[in-house]
């Protein structure tokens, strides 16, 4: 499985940003696909998860109302809109896969992308 992430960028506060991911083989279409932040000094970070039949997401509070995570099964392609930025959504910003359901945990995650850089000025 190959992810390769583009769209990062270097923004004012408050523009919108949007995240695409390519994957290789039918990866979009059977595994969980999530995105991924990580800010120096810091943890990596779950932002957004979708999984499953119906495309159900998942989102911590930080991001929610902001961020959207979507895919196109047909392009093997997951996208992350993410408007109203702030400062603090600076980051390398990380698509993964696993097979599981719904994981936020970066361990539970088994492939992921070279990172693409975020960095929101204020």
């Known amino acids: 499985v190959q992810l390769v992430e583009s769209g990062g960028g270097f923004v004012q506060a408050g523009d919108s940003l949007r995240l695409s991911c390519a994957a290789s083989g039918r990866t979009v279409s059977t595994y969980t696909m999530a995105w991924f932040r990580q800010a120096p000094g810091k943890e990596r970070e779950n932002v957004a998860v979708i999984a499953g039949s119906e495309d159900a997401t998942k989102y911590p509070d930080c991001v929610k109302d902001r961020f959207t995570i979507s895919r196109d099964k047909d392009k093997n392609a997951v996208y992350l809109q993410m408007n109203s930025l702030k400062p603090e959504d600076t980051a390398v910003y990380y698509c993964?896969?696993?097979?599981?359901?719904?994981?936020?945990?970066?361990?539970?995650?088994?492939?992921w992308g070279q990172g693409t850089q975020v960095t929101v000025s204020s």
């Open positions: 993964a896969a696993t097979p599981f359901l719904y994981p936020t945990s970066p361990r539970d995650y088994n492939y």
